[in-house]
């Protein structure tokens, strides 16, 4: 059982950057990929990011690459999503997500824990 908890968002002006991060809890976090999912009002869930078990690698959506950076650090159990020139369509409710598989998170696979969200609103 992994729990996750999400921290950091909070109301930015459009060009501006946050960093949420998602603690995880128990002694098995560095067994799983981590993701950060977005849902806007009235849309589905997307996939943003994801980094494999080491960190070594990583992956993102078309709407954020260039602008996010997904990390994480194992001795923390903590994973961070670093978000630059923020627009007003990345406002969303931003969700980390443990997953035992790391492709195919962009391409519906459903990841194993999600935490409760935290809420990001970019305004002009």
């Known amino acids: 059982q992994v729990q996750l908890v999400e921290s950091g968002g909070g109301l930015v002006q459009a060009g501006g950057s946050l960093r949420p991060s998602c603690a995880a809890s128990?002694?098995?976090?560095?067994?799983?990929?981590m993701g950060w999912f977005r849902q806007a009002p009235g849309k589905e869930r997307e996939f943003v990011a994801a980094?494999?078990?080491?960190?070594?690698?990583?992956y993102y959506s078309d709407s954020v690459k260039g602008r996010f950076t997904i990390s994480r650090d194992n001795a923390k159990n903590t994973v961070y999503l670093e978000m630059n020139s923020l627009k007003r369509e990345d406002t969303a409710v931003y969700y980390c997500?443990?997953?035992?598989?790391?492709?195919?998170?962009?391409?519906?696979?459903?990841?194993?824990?999600w935490g409760q969200g935290t809420q990001v609103t970019v305004s002009s």
């Open positions: 128990g002694r098995t976090f560095s067994s799983y990929a």
């Open positions: 980094i494999s078990w080491s960190g070594g690698s990583a």
């Open positions: 997500a443990a997953s035992r598989a790391y492709y195919g998170l962009d391409h519906k696979r459903r990841p194993d824990y």
